[in-house]
C-alpha cells in the first residue's frame, strides 16, 4: 500500500429541517466524514466510500424512509452511485 | 475529417469572406502591454488605405481615452503580423503590406507599458 | 368494512431493481416493418459501436410513479418559496442592486440553455435505441424544460422592479455576449446524439456545473435571495441525477467497445474546454458581482475541479481515460481569469443589458487576499485608474468592438498561459481564410472540424456585415449611429439596462425604494 491519499467523494444538500437527520445519520455511518456548512447548503466529504443507510434514518426520524426522498433536498453529489431499498452508496472505483 | 456528420461531404459556407464586408476588409488591432482595452480591436478598413494612415489617424482614435496614446512614438514602434515582427512601408496599401482580410497587426511601443508599469 | 374482500393474496412488492427492469427493458421492442437502422438513423455515425443496450444502468432507479411523485413534491416546495418571497418583497432584502445583476445574466445567459437542453435531450432520447438511455434522456428533458419555467417564473418578479430583464429570448438570440452561451450549446446540439450526451451530461453537468451551482447559489443566499437560491437548488437536485447519468453514459460507451476510448477522450479533450470558457462568466460573478462573497473564483476551482474532477478522471484511467487536454492552462488562469473578465464587461457594459462597477476599496482588498500573486500588481492599477476617471467624469467605455475568437467567441482578452500580461493569439488559415482563436483549446477544436466552424454567426463580424439592424434600417441615411441602432436590434432600452451602475436608474430607484445605499457599507 502506498500512502496516496485517498480520493473523496462528496455529498451536499439544502440546509433544512429534513437534512439535519440526514446529516445526523450519514456522521453516524461514516465516522470519518467531514461535515462543511455554507450559506443554505451542507456538503459532506467523505475519502473512498460514503454510504447512506435507510435504517439509521429512520431510526432518527421514526418513520418510514425511501432513499429516494434524498433526491428532494439533493444539491449535488460526486462517485459512483450504487442504490438498493437499504442503501445509497458513493465510492470511487480505484480504493 | 474536416467534420462528423451525418451527410458525407458536408461543407459550411464561409460566413465571413471579404466580399461580405461591403468593400471593406476586417482588421485586428492590437496594442502590445497595454491591456485597458482589453482585446485587441476589430476594424472595417478598405484595403488600398495606405499604411501611415493607420498610425496618423486611425489608432490614436482607437485608443483615445489611454494615457499612453497622445506619448507614443512612431518611429520607434514594433510592428508584428500574425506575430512575425515586420517593417512596413507607410506609402503602400495595407494589402501591400501583407496585411489582407482579417489580418492580424500588433505594435509594441517600447517605453510604454501602460498604467503604472501594470500593461493596463 | 364492507369493501370486497381479494381472494388472492396482494402481490409482493417490487424491489426498486425489478420496478426499473421491468420499466426500461420490458416496454421496448425492436422494430419488423422497418429495419432498426432506419428507425434510428443518428446513432451510429459518430463511430461509435454500442453491442449490448441492455448494459446501460441508471443508477438511481427512478421510475415514472416516483419521478412524477418527487417532481411534484420539489414544485410546490419551490413555489410556496417564491410566493413567500414576493409576498414579504424580498427583492428589497438583498444586499444592494449590483446583485441584481448576476440575475440578469443568469436570466438571458443560462436559462435559454436550459430549454435548449430541453430541446437537446429530447431529440437525444429520440435517436437512442436502447430503451433505458431513451428514458433516462426523456426524463432528463422533462427536467430541463421545468427548470427553464422557474427560472423564468423566479425571475420575472425581479423584472417588475429592475431593468435588462424584459426580453430574455430575444437578447439570447441577438446580443453579442450571449451567443457564447448560445453557440456553445449549438455546437452540442448538432452533434449526434452520444457527443451530445457526453458534452451536456458529463463534461458540463459532472464535470463543471458544481461550480455555477453550488459556490454561486450559495452566495445567491448570503446575499439574501431565496428565491434564487430555491429555483437554484431545486434544478441541482436534479442536476445530481443528470450528473449521476452523465458517468454512467460514459462508462457505458467505454465499455462496450475498446475503439470507442480515443472518440470519448477528444470530446472531453473539446467539451472541458469550451465548458470551462463558458464559465469566465460565473467567475467574475463570484468574484466581482455578489456584494458578499462566499468563495473566490480560485478556490472554487481548485475544490470543485481540481479536487472533485481530478477525483472522477482517476476513476476513469482504468478505461484509458487521462485528464482533459488543457487543464492544466485552466488552473494557471485561475488567478487572473475573473479579473480579465470584469475589466471586459466594464469596457463594453454601454452595449451589454446588465450594469457593471468598479469594486469598492474593502471589495479590492479581498480580491488581494484572495489573489495574493495577480491582483495589486495587474489589476489594480486598472481599478483604480478607472475609478479616478469615473470621478472626473469621464467613464471610461471602449468605443470600438472587439476581436473575437472563432471558436468560442468571446473577446480576445484572454492572456498566454505563462505571462498575464501578453495576450493569447492563436491563428490558423483554411480554405484561404484566416481564423484568430484566444487559446490552443479552442484551436485544436477548429481543426478537428473546420467545416463546422468557418460559419459560426460571429456578433462583431455580423456587425459588420450590416446584419444586426431592425428590418427597414438605411445605414447609409445622414447621421445614423450604428451602436445606437445595433442596441435597438438588440431589445436593450437605452441609458436604462446598461452602462455603469452608479447613477444608474437601478441604483437611484434602489436608494428611493429601500432608503439603503447603492453600495452596501
Redesign the interface.
Request: aromatic fraction near 12%; hydrophobic fraction near 35%; charged fraction near 25%.
Given at each position: 500500500m502506498n500512502a496516496i491519499a485517498k480520493?473523496?467523494?462528496?455529498i451536499?444538500f439544502?440546509t433544512n429541517d429534513e437534512t439535519r437527520s440526514i446529516v445526523e445519520a450519514i456522521e453516524a455511518d461514516n465516522r470519518e466524514a467531514i461535515v462543511i456548512r455554507?450559506?443554505?447548503?451542507v456538503?459532506i466529504e467523505m475519502p473512498g466510500r460514503l454510504v447512506i443507510r435507510r435504517e439509521t434514518i429512520e431510526d432518527l426520524i421514526g418513520r418510514a424512509y425511501d432513499l429516494?426522498?434524498l433526491?428532494?433536498?439533493?444539491?449535488?453529489?460526486?462517485?459512483?452511485?450504487?442504490?438498493?431499498?437499504d442503501e445509497f452508496v458513493l465510492y470511487?472505483?480505484?480504493h | 475529417?474536416?467534420?462528423?456528420?451525418?451527410k458525407p461531404g458536408?461543407?459550411?459556407?464561409?460566413?465571413?469572406?471579404v466580399e461580405?464586408?461591403?468593400g471593406?476588409q476586417?482588421l485586428?488591432i492590437?496594442w502590445?502591454?497595454h491591456?485597458?482595452?482589453?482585446?485587441?480591436?476589430?476594424?472595417?478598413i478598405e484595403g488600398s488605405t495606405p499604411f501611415g494612415a493607420l498610425t496618423t489617424a486611425v489608432i490614436p482614435s482607437?485608443y483615445?481615452?489611454h494615457p499612453d496614446t497622445g506619448r507614443i512614438n512612431w518611429d520607434e514602434v514594433e510592428w508584428f503580423r500574425?506575430?512575425e515582427r515586420f517593417t512596413p512601408d507607410p506609402a503602400q496599401s495595407l494589402a501591400a503590406n501583407g496585411l489582407?482580410?482579417?489580418?492580424?497587426l500588433?505594435f509594441r511601443t517600447p517605453g510604454l507599458t501602460?498604467?503604472?508599469g501594470?500593461?493596463? | 368494512m364492507n369493501m370486497p374482500t381479494n381472494p388472492q393474496k396482494p402481490a409482493k412488492k417490487l424491489?426498486?431493481?425489478e420496478n426499473y427492469s421491468h420499466l426500461t427493458r420490458g416496454l421496448g421492442w425492436d422494430t419488423s416493418y422497418q429495419p432498426m437502422d432506419k428507425v434510428f438513423?443518428?446513432d451510429k455515425?459518430?463511430?461509435i459501436k454500442i453491442h449490448d443496450w441492455d448494459k446501460w444502468e441508471d443508477?438511481?432507479?427512478?421510475t415514472m410513479d416516483?419521478y412524477w411523485k418527487?417532481q411534484g413534491?420539489?414544485e410546490k416546495?419551490l413555489y410556496a418559496i417564491v410566493d413567500a418571497f414576493q409576498q414579504n418583497n424580498g427583492q428589497f432584502n438583498v444586499t444592494d442592486a449590483r446583485y441584481i445583476n448576476t440575475l440578469k445574466l443568469f436570466l438571458t445567459g443560462v436559462s435559454p440553455l436550459e430549454y435548449a437542453a430541453h430541446r437537446g435531450f429530447a431529440m437525444a432520447g429520440r435517436n437512442f435505441r436502447g430503451t433505458s438511455a431513451r428514458i433516462a434522456a426523456q426524463m432528463q428533458a422533462i427536467d430541463e424544460l421545468r427548470h427553464a419555467q422557474t427560472q423564468a417564473h423566479t425571475i420575472s418578479h425581479y423584472n417588475k422592479f429592475f431593468n435588462g430583464l424584459h426580453d430574455y429570448t430575444h437578447m439570447h438570440d441577438r446580443v453579442w455576449y450571449l451567443s457564447v452561451p448560445k453557440s456553445y450549446f449549438e455546437d452540442a446540439m448538432s452533434?449526434?446524439p452520444f457527443?451530445f450526451v457526453t458534452a451536456i451530461s458529463f463534461s458540463f453537468e459532472y464535470v463543471l456545473t458544481?461550480l455555477l451551482?453550488?459556490?454561486f447559489?450559495?452566495?445567491a443566499?448570503?446575499n439574501g435571495d431565496m428565491a434564487t437560491?430555491t429555483f437554484g437548488?431545486s434544478a441541482?437536485?436534479d442536476?445530481?441525477?443528470h450528473?449521476?447519468l452523465g458517468?454512467e453514459v460514459v462508462k457505458f460507451i467505454l465499455e462496450q467497445d475498446p475503439g470507442n476510448v480515443p472518440i470519448v477522450q477528444k470530446w472531453l479533450d473539446k467539451w472541458f474546454w469550451r465548458g470551462y470558457r463558458l464559465l469566465a462568466l460565473v467567475s467574475m460573478m463570484m468574484d466581482y458581482m455578489l456584494p458578499k462573497r462566499?468563495m473566490s473564483w480560485a478556490e472554487a476551482w481548485e475544490m470543485y475541479f481540481e479536487?472533485?474532477g481530478?477525483?472522477?478522471f482517476?476513476?476513469l484511467?482504468?478505461y484509458g481515460i487521462r485528464m482533459p487536454k488543457y487543464h492544466e492552462v485552466a488552473s494557471m488562469e485561475k488567478h487572473r481569469l475573473s479579473h480579465?473578465t470584469w475589466?471586459?464587461f466594464y469596457?463594453y457594459t454601454h452595449a451589454a443589458a446588465f450594469h457593471t462597477w468598479v469594486p469598492e476599496e474593502s471589495e479590492m482588498k479581498w480580491l488581494s487576499e484572495k489573489y495574493p500573486t495577480t491582483f495589486d500588481?495587474?489589476?489594480?492599477?486598472?481599478f483604480e485608474?478607472w475609478r479616478e476617471?469615473q470621478a472626473k467624469g469621464?467613464r471610461?467605455y471602449?468605443?470600438?468592438?472587439?476581436?473575437?475568437c472563432q471558436l468560442c467567441q468571446i473577446?480576445?482578452?484572454f492572456?498566454e498561459p505563462d505571462d498575464p500580461?501578453?495576450?493569447c493569439?492563436r491563428?490558423t488559415t483554411y480554405?484561404d481564410?484566416?481564423?484568430?482563436f484566444c487559446s490552443d483549446g479552442c484551436k485544436d477544436i477548429f481543426d478537428n472540424?473546420?467545416?463546422?466552424?468557418?460559419?459560426?454567426?460571429?456578433p462583431?463580424?455580423q456587425i459588420?456585415?450590416?446584419n444586426c439592424f431592425r428590418p427597414g434600417t438605411d445605414p447609409t441615411a445622414p447621421g445614423f449611429d450604428p451602436l445606437a441602432e445595433v442596441l435597438q436590434y438588440y431589445g436593450f432600452h437605452v441609458g436604462e439596462d446598461g452602462g455603469e451602475y452608479l447613477g444608474s436608474p437601478d441604483a437611484k430607484n434602489w436608494k428611493a425604494w429601500t432608503g439603503k445605499p447603492a453600495v452596501s457599507e
Open positions: 480520493d473523496k467523494v462528496f451536499a439544502q455554507y450559506p443554505a447548503m456538503k429516494r426522498e433526491n428532494l433536498n439533493l444539491i449535488s453529489l460526486s462517485g459512483n452511485i450504487e442504490e438498493s431499498d470511487w472505483n480505484q | 475529417m474536416s467534420v462528423v456528420a451525418l458536408y461543407s459550411g459556407d464561409m460566413k465571413d469572406r461580405n464586408f461591403h471593406k476586417l485586428y492590437g502590445e502591454d491591456l485597458m482595452y482589453c482585446a485587441p480591436l476589430c476594424i472595417p482607437l483615445p481615452a500574425s506575430g489582407g482580410h482579417k489580418a492580424s500588433r501602460g498604467i503604472k501594470s500593461c493596463t | 424491489s426498486l431493481k438513423p443518428q455515425f459518430e463511430g443508477p438511481f432507479r427512478l416516483a418527487y413534491e420539489k416546495k452533434a449526434g457527443e458544481n451551482f453550488m459556490p447559489m450559495s452566495g443566499a448570503y437560491v437548488f441541482q437536485s442536476e445530481s441525477r450528473m449521476t458517468l462566499v479536487q472533485n481530478g477525483a472522477l482517476n476513476d484511467t482504468r480579465e475589466a471586459t469596457n500588481k495587474l489589476y489594480r492599477p486598472r485608474h476617471q469621464e471610461f471602449n468605443g470600438t468592438l472587439p476581436m473575437l473577446p480576445m482578452f492572456t500580461t501578453k495576450i493569439y491563428e480554405r481564410e484566416k481564423f484568430h472540424e473546420p467545416e463546422k466552424y468557418i460559419h459560426s454567426w460571429l462583431v463580424h459588420y456585415q450590416g
